[in-house]
């Protein structure tokens, strides 16, 4: 592919109709992220929960013939691993980060062991027939020039996730929980002392944070692929975490970092047709990631410095 094709090829509906398709995992993640980084306990097991997510849906899927059995089997995990990580953090008193790294270490061996048992193939899933979740026709997009075609035609985790953006801010900042979880999070001690539970909260949190996590894995390999591949997240979880931070820990802030990173990956798939070293159009999102986040640093430095 020429690179006037290209760039004809960025600038289509069709670019940036699949910028939000690869953008919605890391915003379900990021905002499961953005719940418990809020409540004080980040949860940096969000890769593992989204790989356990995406292999437990294809697998159960498969058995059942249906992507909604799948879809809950998937939840579920995912709620297991996120309970699991708080019972550990605020029962047993493990480091938070370092639990969180050995529940994503379990999860990228684990799933490629349990693949392994289930069909013999160390790499996909695509010896069991999966099944995936049902793709929205919205009529009245049709006929919208331009809109139309970005904004028609996708899998129904897709809408459901810009939907959470509006959802998880509805829930942070017009609710009782919203607010008992952010005060938790800037002072667990004050906020104790007004009588509220510091640890059921951040179960809670915990709790969502991992099913938003899971929306998101389970949406990687019953929307937008339509298997489970080894290590498919590739970084997602932790992208997902920048992203938090990169959107000033604000729900919309979070979708638009997510749609950037988003867009890096997307645009990276398409110079991928140009003769380039596949080496450095790889590196494309995981280096967008960095920048941004250097640059959001030095944003956050220089503010500091006017208050002073």
Do not use: C
């Not at 849906?57 to 059942?64: D, F, K």
């Not at 590739?234 to 820990?249: K, S």
């Amino acid at each position: 592919m020429s690179e006037n094709e290209v760039l004809r090829a960025i600038l289509s509906p069709a670019f940036l109709a699949s910028v939000l398709r690869v953008t919605t995992p890391i915003l379900l993640a990021a905002l499961g992220g953005l719940v418990s980084e809020l409540a004080g306990v980040i949860n940096i097991a969000l890769e593992g929960i989204m790989l356990t997510a995406a292999f437990v849906g294809v697998v159960i899927s498969a058995y059942t013939q249906s992507a909604w059995a799948g879809l809950a089997a998937a939840l579920a995990a995912s709620a297991i691993l996120a309970l699991g990580l708080a019972f550990l953090h605020l029962e047993l008193k493990a480091d938070l980060i370092l639990t969180g790294l050995a529940f994503n270490l379990l999860a990228s061996g684990g799933t490629v062991f349990a693949l392994y048992s289930l069909t013999g193939d160390k790499g996909t899933s695509a010896k069991l027939a999966s099944r995936v979740m049902p793709t929205v026709d919205v009529p009245l997009l049709e006929a919208v020039p331009i809109l139309g075609p970005v904004l028609n035609h996708h899998n129904v985790m897709v809408y459901a996730a810009f939907l959470m953006v509006g959802v998880i801010a509805l829930l942070l900042y017009h609710t009782p929980w919203g607010i008992h979880v952010r005060a938790v999070g800037a002072h667990p001690e004050a906020a104790a002392s007004v009588g509220l539970n510091v640890r059921a909260l951040r179960y809670q949190a915990l709790l969502l944070s991992g099913l938003l996590a899971g929306l998101g894995g389970a949406y990687m390999s019953m929307g937008y692929l339509q298997i489970f591949q080894r290590d498919m997240t590739a970084g997602r979880g932790f992208i997902a975490l920048a992203a938090v931070f990169m959107g000033g820990r604000h729900p919309l802030g979070t979708m638009l970092a997510a749609l950037l990173f988003g867009a890096a990956d997307t645009l990276a798939s398409q110079l991928g047709n140009l003769r380039i070293p596949p080496q450095w159009v790889q590196m494309i999102p995981y280096v967008a990631t960095v920048m941004a986040l250097a640059v959001y640093a030095i944003v956050q430095q220089a503010a500091a410095r006017r208050y002073l």
